[in-house]
C-alpha cells in the first residue's frame, strides 16, 4: 500500500477531533490544520499523534488547499473533524490503494446523521464526496463555504460509508444556517425577483421531504427538510439584499 496522509481542518474542535483522528489511525501521516483555536485543539491533535501546523483562517476552500500541499504523501484522504471513517470504509481504503489504482481519486458515501439518528433519504444518503485522491491531481475548489475537490482524472468509488455529524446541538444548526446563509450572500449577492425566498424555500422542502422520502427518516427527516427550507430562504433574500445594496452605492458613487 502506498504511504496515507489524512488530513483535517479545525478550529475549537478538541471534542470532535479524537474520534475522527483515531478513525484514520491506518494512515502513515495524520496532520490537523489548526487556524486559531482557543480550547486546546493542537494540543489534543499532538497528544494522539498528529501533526499540527497552526496558522490563519483563509476561507474553507484556501485552507484545504493548503492542507493539501502540506501533505507530505502522495495519496490524500481529506475528512472534516465531525467525520469519521467506518471500519469498512477504512478496509475499502487500504484494499484499494494495496491494488495500485488506475484512477486518480475516490468517492465515499457520507451517511449523514441528525438528532442523532443516520439519515437514508431526503438527498441526505449516499451523499457522494471525492474524498480519497493522488495529491499530485487534486485541488481544491467550489465557492466558501461550499467546497469540492477538483481531480485532473478518472474518479473511482470506495465501500463503506464516512460518518458525518455535522451538529453538536439545535443551536448549532441555527447559527449554522445564518453564517453559511450571509458567506453566500457576500460571495455571489443575485437580485432575483420578489418571490424567489419564498418559492426556493418551498421547492427545498418539497423536493427534499417529498419527491426525494425524507418523510422515511421520521421526524429527523422532517427537520432536516424544514430547516434546509429556512436556509434556502434566508440565503435568497440575503443575496438579494447584498444586490440592491451594492447597486445604491454604485449609484451613490456616480
Known sequence: MPPLSAVIIARDEADRLPDALRSVAFADERLVLDSGS???TPEVARALGARVVETDWPGHVAQKNRALALATHPWVLSIDADERVTPALAASIRAALAEEPEVDGFAVARRNHYLGQPLSWGGWYPDRRVRLVRRARARWGGTDPHDRIELAGRVGRLAGDLDHHPYRDLQEHLDTIVRYAQRAAEVEPAAGRAWEPVGRAA???VRGYLLQGGLL??????????RGARYTHLKWRLRAEAARDGSEHGRDDR
Open 217 to 226: 427518516d421520521g421526524t429527523a427527516g422532517f427537520w432536516v427538510a424544514w
Open 38 to 40: 482557543s480550547d486546546g
Open 203 to 205: 421547492w427545498r422542502f
